[in-house]
T-cell receptor, first 110, second 117 residues
Framework: QKEVEQNSGPLSVPEGAIASLNCTYS??????FFWYRQYSGKSPELIMF????GDKEDGRFTAQLNKASQYVSLLIRDSQPSDSATYLC??????????FGTGTRLLVSP | IAGITQAPTSQILAAGRRMTLRCTQD?????MYWYRQDLGLGLRLIHY???????GKGEVPDGYSVSRANTDDFPLTLASAVPSQTSVYFC????????????????FGEGSRLTVL
């Protein structure tokens, strides 16, 4: 079992729709959770982090964490073609180890 | 502000050759990391350093070595390159302050694409 699992996609949504990206993790001791966006040929960049159960909103992005069920999700409202990228879920234990999922490719069609 | 600078951007290398990927940051972050990214496998940690003078092994350390002589530089060396080390290598840094004092966000360089023939 992988430590962090994501569906590779692609997830295709029309412009203006809500994109829902999901991630599950295996280590119950995980403390913090991150969503990175990576455009093709570019380096990852952080878009959201969440530590506590529940929702955290930032503009069009909402991160949701459920530690009991060991999943974290990212919702993108009013999806735009510029949101088309690979979204990487990352989970941290302690200070030195950030474990990444393999990423979900999102395609937003005009 | 440059952030993290990696060099070279791209390199083709013959198997058996020695190669050092350079990484320099100007953010005074205490922690630095080397990841490799391969299709279908995602980002995997090779080595890390929590502070100057210390290093640790990540998930896939075999065939790689690192050093951290100072805060800013964290070179990755392939002593004798093999084709399976063909990958995109990302250097990253973060500020590991006191718990709760920062997000632990990783800042990535632009990557070094390495092809070993």
């Amino acid at each position: 079992q992988k430590e962090v699992e994501q569906n590779s996609g692609p997830l295709s949504v029309p412009e203006g729709a809500i994109a829902s990206l999901n991630c599950t993790y295996s280590d119950r001791g995980s403390q913090s959770f991150f969503w990175y966006r990576q455009y093709s040929g570019k380096s990852p960049e952080l878009i959201m982090f969440i530590y506590s159960n529940g929702d955290k909103e930032d503009g069009r992005f909402t991160a949701q964490l459920n530690k009991a069920s060991q999943y974290v999700s990212l919702l993108i409202r009013d999806s735009q073609p510029s949101d088309s990228a690979t979204y990487l879920c990352a989970v941290r234990r302690g200070f030195q180890k950030l474990v990444f999922g393999t990423g979900t490719r999102l395609l937003v069609s005009p | 502000i440059a952030g993290i600078t990696q060099a070279p951007t791209s390199q083709i290398l013959a198997a058996g050759r020695r190669m050092t990927l350079r990484c320099t940051q100007d953010m005074r972050h205490n922690a630095m990391y080397w990841y490799r990214q391969d299709l279908g496998l995602g980002l995997r940690l090779i080595h890390y350093s929590n502070t100057a003078g210390t290093t640790g092994k990540g998930e896939v350390p075999d065939g790689y070595s690192v050093s951290r002589a100072n805060t800013d530089d964290f070179p990755l060396t392939l002593a004798s390159a093999v084709p399976s080390q063909t990958s995109v290598y990302f250097c990253a840094s973060s500020d590991l302050g006191l718990a709760g004092s920062n997000t632990g966000e990783l800042f990535f360089g632009e990557g070094s694409r390495l092809t070993v023939l």
